[in-house]
């Protein structure tokens, strides 16, 4: 229950963070950065409450990271594509 929970969470938090990003988009780099490593120390935080283990928390964030930004970078392409 406590990975279905964390997957759940840290996927609105990842959304969150696309509207962040979006928002700043005039920002330079430095601070994207900065928010990006905000995020997922959060999500980090987010899965270390739920989980109750360092190693698989990150794991796990790693894990979620990955696909969110998978899945992300392949709907900009189907919607560039039509």
């Known amino acids: 229950m406590g990975y279905y929970?964390?997957?759940i969470i840290q996927f609105m938090v990842w959304s969150l963070?696309?509207?962040a990003?979006?928002?700043s988009q005039g920002d330079r780099i430095g601070?994207?950065?900065l928010l990006f490593a905000l995020?997922?120390?959060f999500c980090a935080w987010i899965a270390k409450?739920?989980?109750n283990t360092n190693k698989r928390s990150i794991m796990?964030?790693?894990i979620i990271a990955v696909t969110?930004?998978?899945f992300r970078l392949f709907f900009i392409f189907i919607c560039y594509l039509i």
């Open 39 to 41: 995020f997922f120390y």
């Open 68 to 70: 969110y930004f998978s």
């Open 31 to 33: 601070f994207r950065w």
């Open 49 to 51: 409450k739920l989980v």
């Open 17 to 19: 963070y696309t509207l």
């Open 5 to 7: 929970l964390t997957f």
């Open 21 to 23: 990003s979006w928002l």
């Open 60 to 62: 796990l964030t790693v």
